[in-house]
């Protein structure tokens, strides 16, 4: 079982949440529009709450906790399962899209299909380098 931890919340009260609740933990911006449109598309899929969606603009101290720097947050969607194996890009989405009806039917493709999760991951790659620049959000 997954041990408890403690995370602030934007008040900078430590609130104890039980982490065995979710099934991933998905770290993501808040402040990018395309990914947060993305995300709350998933969220309202989420309705069994397996997923708990931290926005780094704002929680640095989980980011902190999951030992993972702001820089690296930015970089690239970092998502850890219930035994803290942390995945980022595409990869962290399919620990997402497995929790999530419609898009967990996507993901025996991508692990079946060789060439499928390649691709992805490239067309993720350059989405991530450029989508600052795509958004107009300035790189903190």
Same mark, same amino acid.
């Given at each position: ?6 995370? *602030?919340?934007?008040?900078? =009260?430590? #609130?104890?949440?039980?982490? +065995?609740?979710?099934? /991933? ?17 998933? @969220? ?8 708990? &969606?931290?926005? $780094? +603009?704002?929680?640095? @101290?989980?980011?902190? $906790? ?12 970092? *998502?850890?399962?219930? =035994?803290? =194996?942390?995945?980022?890009? /595409? ?5 997402? &899209?497995?929790? #999530? ?23 993720? +790659? *350059?989405?991530?380098?450029?989508? #600052?620049?795509?958004?107009? %959000? %300035?790189? +903190?």
């Amino acid at each position: 079982m997954k041990p408890k931890r403690n995370c *602030v919340d934007m008040s900078n =009260n430590v #609130l104890s949440s039980n982490e +065995s609740d979710y099934k /991933v933990t998905m770290y993501h911006d808040g402040e990018c529009p395309l990914c947060n449109y993305e995300v709350s598309i998933m @969220k309202k899929l989420d309705t069994s709450k397996a997923i708990k &969606w931290i926005d $780094i +603009s704002k929680d640095k @101290k989980a980011l902190e $906790i999951a030992g993972i720097s702001y820089q690296q947050a930015m970089d690239r969607v970092h *998502v850890e399962d219930q =035994n803290h =194996n942390m995945q980022t890009g /595409v990869r962290g989405f399919m620990l997402v &899209w497995k929790e #999530l009806p419609y898009y967990r039917r996507v993901v025996p493709i991508i692990e079946k299909v060789p060439f499928i999760l390649p691709i992805l991951e490239t067309f993720y +790659s *350059v989405f991530a380098k450029y989508r #600052l620049t795509l958004t107009g %959000k %300035k790189r +903190s």
